[in-house]
């Protein structure tokens, strides 16, 4: 497949709008709605927070979703070989396809933490089910938190177990089972959240966590939040890194590009909305701490969990739903590494895969040693904003807050200001209203807005 015509030949068009949105939302519904964007939004003192998250994600993320998907149809390839056509067509630099190289890094640093967060989960589904949370205090429930993150050999375990149920899957290449059994178990995902939301509405502290995710108080916003919230809404619809576009490649010409991101989004955008409401209920009644960081859906979930009848069950469901969720979207973050070794390297799939996951699978034992003997390393204290972050911090603020922004502005120039403008008419078949409403969002919003964020936080 190192060549465009067998590539060609083994692509198969997604068979409707559904699979195209099953596979995206595969991707896009992970941790970062259920464990990045409740302790983000808990760190960045809520609502003035989550509003600028909502407005990122509809001015920014949505039009460069848009993009993406728009010039992956186009394409008809992947990621670096649909920027290099587009470039013939279109007269422009070939360079472009750095999109795609941006997307490759992007995809194996995230992949590397992410992979570690995803081994929580996993270590949480026996946690649940052993029945040790029943009745437990919020002291009991963040010691067993604790526990798990001072065991370096243990984290190491379930990395290595979840790195390899991604491995598996990239290897074999058949992605259909799994595809549509996002259709299933996100929806189960999504009931499971309104359980514990159930559950939280009982807490008493309902409305004050409502309050706290969307009564905007300025005064907690800062720079930096600013750019932690639009790092988080590319984290969240995985953009910024090609996916979109490489899974764009495979959608039929009829469909709506605009409806189908739009509608990945808004789910996205309430599954987290979703898991906030479920879990600062919690935080409060047990005055636990809104900015306690990574662990907060593992010291506050528990306790719904071992409070609510039928806890256990519904916890474990819950944890192995959520792994499920994790799984899908490491599938799209070492997909584009491992199409990219096979086209640019001529490596075969298995090899690509065994080498990047190995690679990626390294690299996870940083993280894991930040969170315990590492845990006073921060390599790059010396810069003001990076003081006190350890090597995990600062590969998720580097990737999410640096990288994505920075592929998805490459991506908004490329469709604002480079690409042939009635080739993308036809594409994204709009409304002349409707598209310059877009046009003029990535050729000018995003940039812009993009920009002054990096520009604010670099001063
Ligand atoms: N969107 C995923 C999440 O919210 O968990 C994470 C992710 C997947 C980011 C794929 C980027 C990506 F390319
Ligand atoms: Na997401």
Same mark, same amino acid.
């Given at each position: 497949s190192g060549t465009l015509e067998g590539a060609n030949a083994q692509r198969g068009l997604w068979s409707s709008r559904l699979a195209f949105i099953l596979a995206a939302t595969g991707s896009a519904v992970g941790l970062g709605n259920i464990w990045k964007f409740p302790y983000v939004t808990g760190e960045n003192g809520g609502g003035a927070f989550v509003l600028v998250y909502l407005l990122c994600i509809a001015i920014i993320g949505i039009p460069i979703m848009m993009a993406e998907v728009m010039i992956g149809r186009r394409g008809g390839h992947s990621p670096v070989n649909s920027i290099r056509l587009i470039a013939r067509q279109d007269g422009?630099?070939?360079?472009?396809?750095?999109v795609g190289a941006v997307g490759v890094l992007a995809g194996f640093l995230i992949l590397s933490f992410y992979s570690v967060i995803g081994g929580w989960a996993i270590s949480y589904v026996g946690t649940t089910a052993s029945g040790q949370? /029943?009745?437990?205090?919020a002291d009991a429930v963040g010691e067993i938190f604790s526990g798990l993150l001072s065991n370096p050999g243990t984290l190491l375990l379930w990395h290595t177990l979840f790195m390899a149920m991604v491995m598996l899957v990239v290897a074999r290449g058949v992605r259909s089972g799994l595809e549509r059994a996002v259709s299933i178990l996100m929806p189960a995902l999504f009931v499971l959240l309104l359980v514990v939301v159930g559950y939280s509405m009982t807490t008493g502290h309902f409305g004050q966590a409502a309050a706290f995710l *969307?009564?905007?108080? *300025?005064?907690?916003? /800062?720079t930096s939040g600013v750019l932690v919230a639009l790092g988080h809404a590319f984290f969240t619809l995985s953009l910024g890194m090609a996916v979109m576009m490489a899974y764009g490649s495979?959608?039929?010409?009829?469909?709506?590009i605009a409806k189908t991101s739009i509608t990945v989004s808004v789910i996205d955008t309430g599954v987290a909305l979703l898991a906030g409401l479920a879990i600062f209920p919690i935080v409060f009644a047990n005055g636990l701490e809104p900015g306690a960081g990574p662990g907060l859906i593992f010291q506050t979930l528990p306790l719904a969990f071992g409070q609510m009848p039928m806890g256990s069950l519904f916890g474990t469901l819950f944890f192995v739903l959520l792994i499920f969720a994790a799984w899908t979207s490491g599938i799209s973050l070492l997909e584009p590494i491992v199409e990219w070794l096979e086209e640019q390297k001529g490596l075969n799939r298995s090899i690509s895969t065994l080498g990047a996951g190995i690679v990626c699978w390294a690299l996870g034992i940083a993280s894991i040693l930040s969170l315990n003997l590492w845990a006073d390393v921060a390599p790059l204290s010396f810069i003001p904003k990076l003081e006190g972050k350890t090597i995990f911090d600062l590969l998720d603020f580097f990737t999410a807050n640096i990288l994505l922004p920075l592929g998805g502005l490459l991506v908004a120039v490329m469709a604002g200001w480079i690409m042939s403008r009635p080739a993308m008419e036809k594409e994204l078949a709009l409304s002349p209203g409707l598209f310059n409403l877009w046009f003029v969002t990535v050729r000018f919003i995003t940039p812009v807005a993009v920009g002054i964020v990096f520009i604010y936080n670099l001063i």
């Open positions: 422009l630099n070939p360079a472009w396809k750095l949370l /029943t009745g437990q205090t *969307f009564q905007p108080d *300025f005064s907690k916003l /800062t495979y959608l039929p010409k009829k469909i709506s």
